[in-house]
Nanobody, 114 residues
Framework: QWQFVESGGGLVRTGGSLRLSCLAS????????LAWYRQVPGKEREWVGY???????VSADAVKGRFTVSRDDSKNTMSLQMVSLRSEDTAVYYC????????WGQGTQVTVSS
């Protein structure tokens, strides 16, 4: 079965940057559409961005122009570059197949403080 391990989260000031990484295994990575999600306690998990096997990346409106999804098929990794971070970006960030609701990893906490 597939597995995801997220890393790179931390505490950052408003306006700062972070780069998250997602290491995947257990499935054919290079032909999979993968996505980043985030969740705040008490709220539903929301989609942040995804990237297709061809490398086309799409970001949600809430993060468009600030977050960029990329992938390295040679390393089975996907990244999320986040700039101009805001307090509302504080959440636990997860990666998974686009549309999946299973096999979630531990996530990585991102906290943005003013």
């Amino acid at each position: 079965q597939w597995q995801f391990v997220e890393s790179g989260g931390g505490l950052v000031r408003t306006g700062g940057s972070l780069r998250l990484s997602c290491l995947a295994s257990g499935f054919p990575f290079s032909i999979s559409t993968l996505a980043w999600y985030r969740q705040v306690p008490g709220k539903e998990r929301e989609w942040v961005g995804y990237i297709s096997p061809g490398g086309k990346a799409v970001s949600a409106d809430a993060v468009k122009g600030r977050f960029t999804v990329s992938r390295d098929d040679s390393k089975n990794t996907m990244s999320l570059q986040m700039v101009s971070l805001r307090s509302e970006d504080t959440a636990v960030y997860y990666c998974n197949h686009l549309g999946s609701n299973d096999h979630w990893g531990q996530g990585t906490q991102v906290t943005v403080s003013s």
